[in-house]
């Protein structure tokens, strides 16, 4: 399964875009990338997801580079609700979900 | 949406019991479950793959006669502790993949703790 890499922190303003890159070099043709986030202690919330083109629904938006090798999760509006871990995830062959550390997202009033 | 109901939310039992976790999925057939397992300050890792009608399928380093899977049924997969200790304490979560494009719904964890 391709590994993925992501900032362990990250900082954003209430209001402003937070943008959380994730790096998947190794990532195979048929290989999707999703999102999620947790919250403490609760179970992981999905984002959104892709293979190849870029994804928008109503929480975020997910650009994917040409070559896949990395994207950028986007949340438009950072709220002080959106602080959580967020992880890039690239789903295996057998579909399974590996969860690397994720970046810890925090929005600052 | 789909969602995936987990229960309990937090349990504490006596070192030696054993601890049985329940996920049910609403509203749509689960015919995989993936179980995984948090400590503090850690990422989610993946236990084990449960699958309706069969022997459910474990990750390296995790006990399978420690941990076990039941998926009789579409809808329910279980999880039992046995023998539970002070180092099996930690969050436990459950996850179903659904729909066609394999988004995938989790639960929303158990926490145990082993006194």
């Known amino acids: 399964d391709a590994k993925t890499t992501q900032p362990p922190s990250m900082d954003c303003a209430e209001g402003r875009a937070a943008n959380l890159p994730c790096n998947h070099s190794t990532i195979s043709g048929n290989e999707y990338v999703y999102w999620y986030r947790q919250i403490h202690s609760q179970g992981p919330q999905y984002i959104i997801h892709g293979l190849k083109n870029n994804e928008t629904n109503e929480m975020a938006s997910l650009i994917i580079t040409e070559d896949r090798k990395s994207s950028t999760l986007i949340l438009p509006h950072a709220t002080l609700r959106d602080t959580a871990v967020y992880y890039c995830i690239v789903r295996g062959s057998n579909y399974k979900l590996t969860f690397g550390k994720g970046t810890l997202l925090t929005v600052n009033p | 949406g789909a969602v995936v109901s987990q229960h309990p939310s937090r349990v504490i039992c006596k070192s030696g019991t054993s601890v049985k976790i329940e996920c049910r999925s609403l509203d749509f057939q689960a015919t995989t479950m993936f179980w995984y397992r948090q400590f503090p300050k850690q990422s989610l890792m993946l236990m084990a793959t449960?699958?309706?009608?069969?022997?459910?399928?474990?990750e390296q380093g995790v006990e399978k006669d420690k941990f076990l899977i039941n998926h009789a049924s579409l809808t329910l997969s279980t999880l039992t502790v046995t023998s539970a200790h002070p180092e099996d304490s930690s969050f436990y979560i459950c996850?179903?993949?659904?729909?066609?494009?394999?988004?995938?719904?989790f639960g929303s964890g158990t926490r145990l703790t082993v006194v």
């Open positions: 449960s699958n309706e009608g069969s022997k459910a399928t474990y």
């Open positions: 996850s179903a993949p659904t729909g066609p494009d394999y988004g995938y719904t």
